[in-house]
């Protein structure tokens, strides 16, 4: 048993790993690089809203990866913050919440909502080099302290 409950989906039984994060943050572009996969975006209204499936190989093991589309808040107000909740709830193996880290105050809100929901992720930090301001010194140490004084647990890394 595990923190998450006995049938808590793990990456052995082929649950995918699912990239959530707000709209162009660099999910399609953390998504190519773990499966190879290009993926058009298209955020405009009217487009058609799809997810993006692939597979990262590792060390001789296969897993799914899917690339939801943006979302701002784990409540849907369009169809595409529908899509991405909807991965949420159908029991991923693992969750990369995917951050810009020039926008990082944008991306702390929606890591809360997941926070608060006991859903377990990851904060992968995009776009380091081009943050400034306050948000360019965060560490990855800071964000998990901050993370962990008010009951959360979720690491932190950049994306290069």
Do not use: W
């Amino acid at each position: 048993m595990n923190c998450h409950g006995e049938n808590a989906p793990t990456l052995e039984d082929g649950a995918p790993i699912v990239l959530v994060g707000n709209p162009n943050v660099g999910k399609s572009a953390l998504f190519g690089r773990l499966t190879g996969r290009y993926v058009t975006v298209a955020n405009y209204p009217g487009t058609t809203v799809e997810v993006a499936r692939g597979t990262l190989g590792r060390n001789g093991e296969r897993r799914p990866v899917v690339d939801t589309p943006g979302m701002h808040s784990t409540v849907p107000l369009t169809e595409d913050e529908r899509v991405a909740r909807d991965m949420l709830l159908d029991g991923p193996a693992a969750v990369v919440q995917v951050a810009d880290a020039k926008n990082l105050r944008r991306g702390l809100l929606l890591a809360l909502e997941l926070a608060e929901a006991r859903v377990p992720f990851v904060l992968a930090r995009s776009r380091i080099t081009n943050a400034s301001g306050p948000y360019r010194p965060i560490s990855a140490c800071f964000l998990e302290t901050l993370g962990s004084s008010r009951g959360m647990s979720a690491p932190s890394r950049p994306m290069r």
